[in-house]
């Protein structure tokens, strides 16, 4: 693992648990602009850790400290995520500057490294999220290309099988959505958000009779 000490941090709140770990893309056309931003004191960004797109590991902030990777988000009642998360930025450039997939030798140290993260932390399946779940407003990352299936084949995470029955009651698939953890207050941007993660083919923001029944399905398996 390769060190570069960022200055943008603080301490976590004392009575506050580390229970989410969050994925994000860096969103920039370099890794080194990527690393440059997040040790920018101006900037006032930060990940406890980054994954190049080569496999190479960085270490950023302390777990023990809090990364300023979340900004404005919310998940399952809670607002205050950079307080209570670990958060990853992922090399790529994003949608902004040509989103790609994911190489082989990034994803592979993804699931290294969350897996170690995993077993130290009592994170539960349900929160480990992307930065559009728990910001969907704002945020589109990590994005369609990222095998969010993959990763909960291997524990990170959870991937719902379809609900048998098919919801078409709106308040319904709300209700659900809001049990799953996302902020409702605007539907459209929170269905463009669980399709992003769960469905990523159709990322639309419209209902559809599979969008329904995965809503459903996850909902269930969510305590």
């Given at each position: ?49 980054m994954v190049d ?16 990777h979340a900004g404005v988000a919310y ?149």
């Amino acid at each position: 693992m390769k060190k570069r000490t960022s200055s943008n941090f603080d301490h976590r709140p004392v009575d506050v648990s580390i229970d989410m770990l969050v994925f994000h893309y860096t969103g920039m056309q370099t890794a080194l602009s990527a690393l440059d931003r997040m040790c920018d004191l101006e900037a006032e960004v930060s990940a406890h850790y980054m994954v190049d797109e080569d496999g190479s590991i960085w270490s950023l902030v302390e777990e023990v400290d809090r990364a300023w990777h979340a900004g404005v988000a919310y998940w399952r009642g809670n607002t205050n995520i950079n307080a209570r998360s670990i958060g990853i930025e992922i090399v790529n450039p994003g949608h902004q500057f040509g989103y790609c997939e994911f190489p082989e030798a990034q994803m592979q140290s993804v699931i290294e490294l969350a897996l170690d993260v995993l077993s130290r932390h009592p994170i539960p399946p349900q929160n480990v999220v992307g930065h559009s779940d728990i910001a969907p407003t704002r945020k589109t990352d990590p994005g369609e290309f990222f095998n969010w299936a993959r990763l909960a084949e291997l524990g990170i995470g959870l991937w719902p099988s379809q609900a048998d029955h098919l919801e078409q009651d709106l308040n319904a698939l709300a209700s659900a959505l809001t049990h799953i953890g996302y902020n409702v207050s605007n539907l459209s941007m929170a269905l463009k958000a669980f399709q992003r993660h769960y469905r990523p083919k159709r990322v639309t923001g419209r209902i559809d009779s599979e969008t329904a029944r995965l809503i459903i399905g996850l909902s269930q398996i969510i305590e």
